[in-house]
Nanobody, 116 residues
């Protein structure tokens, strides 16, 4: 089991930055994959960025070069640094953890709104 608590969402103007945090109840080193997903109104939830326990990362094409996922194992926290934000980045962002197999857990979500 793992509990995930997100923070850091908010309202920002286009071109601005936000950093999302996901505090996990166990070390990210014990989690196979942690990721950030997002879901905009009327759209399906999509994978934004993922990081494995070994530190490998993957990104949605539209956020490459703007977003960075990273982990602080000492704080059991995974971050999503979002720069050069665009209105199309507006969504609820969810933290995700996969402990292996079907053991998948989600945070409660944090709203990110980017105004034009």
């Amino acid at each position: 089991q793992v509990q995930l608590v997100e923070s850091g969402g908010g309202l920002v103007q286009a071109g601005g930055s936000l950093r999302l945090s996901c505090a996990a109840s166990r070390s990210p080193l014990t989690i196979s994959v942690m990721a950030w997903y997002r879901q905009a109104p009327g759209k399906q939830r999509e994978l934004v960025a993922r990081i494995t326990g070994g530190g490998s990362t993957n990104y949605l094409d539209s956020v490459k070069g703007r977003f960075t996922i990273s982990g602080d194992n000492a704080k059991n926290t995974v971050y999503l640094q979002m720069n050069s934000l665009k209105p199309e980045d507006t969504a609820v962002y969810y933290c995700y953890a996969n402990l292996g197999g079907t053991r998948i857990f989600w945070g409660q979500g944090t709203q990110v709104t980017v105004s034009s």
